[in-house]
T-cell receptor, first 114, second 110 residues
Framework: DAGVIQSPRHEVTEMGQEVTLRCKPI?????LFWYRQTMMRGLELLIY????????DSGMPEDRFSAKMPNASFSTLKIQPSEPRDSAVYFC????????????FGPGTRLTVL | KNEVEQSPQNLTAQEGEFITINCSYS?????LHWLQQHPGGGIVSLFM???GKKKHGRLIATINIQEKHSSLHITASHPRDSAVYIC????????????FGKGTKLSVKP
């Protein structure tokens, strides 16, 4: 299995631009998580999906952030408009109910907003 | 407030030393995770445990539910163990909403 796949691996954009991060979970996993990691705050959960349905989006910082999971093999995290304080590494992780709550992380997307 | 505290924040050891990293949490949990983040940034799940002890090679994780405390031990440490070790707890509910500690940065010198 290829593991969790994220794209792009690096993104540099200018303030005000729309940014879309992509994630493909491990096949057969039915939960998907988006995390953000910064030096100041460490790892934080932004949102997670179970069977493609958003369960908890209380970690999404504000309305500029949105996430979708149109099917079991794809999710996006969108920031519109982006701001310099959004600069961070964004991780996607997936898990299976068959392996209770063990999460497998993607390589992350390093976002820099200038 | 559900908090996860790790200690120490930074740890430098000589190759071969026995290492202990601690994690404390504030309320009852359904599971605790230890993660390893490599210098390149990738995150790997090391252990998930809800009671007792687990061992994987030179790594041992223990948890004391009554004391709300977990430890990660590394025996015969090696420079390749240098990484950030992150404790995360699952307070239950639906499907693994993790709260993370700030991490312990370990550096093992040859």
């Amino acid at each position: 299995d290829a593991g969790v796949i994220q794209s792009p691996r690096h993104e540099v954009t200018e303030m005000g631009q729309e940014v879309t991060l992509r994630c493909k979970p491990i096949s057969g996993h039915n939960s998907l998580f988006w995390y953000r990691q910064t030096m100041m705050r460490g790892l934080e959960l932004l949102i997670y999906f179970n069977n493609n349905v958003p369960i908890d989006d209380s970690g999404m910082p504000e309305d500029r952030f949105s996430a979708k999971m149109p099917n079991a093999s794809f999710s996006t995290l969108k920031i519109q408009p982006s701001e310099p304080r959004d600069s961070a590494v964004y991780f996607c992780a997936s898990s299976s109910q068959a392996v209770y709550n063990e999460q497998f992380f993607g390589p992350g997307t390093r976002l820099t907003v200038l | 407030k559900n908090e996860v505290e790790q200690s120490p924040q930074n740890l430098t050891a000589q190759e071969g030393e026995f290492i202990t990293i601690n994690c404390s949490y504030s309320v009852g949990i359904s599971a605790l995770h230890w993660l390893q983040q490599h210098p390149g940034g990738g995150i790997v799940s090391l252990f998930m445990l809800s009671s007792g002890k687990k061992k994987h090679g030179r790594l041992i994780a223990t948890i004391n539910i009554q004391e709300k405390h977990s430890s990660l031990h590394i025996t015969a440490s090696h420079p390749r163990d240098s990484a950030v070790y992150i404790c995360a707890v699952d307070y239950g509910g639906s499907q693994g909403n993790l709260i993370f500690g700030k991490g312990t940065k370990l550096s093992v010198k040859p």
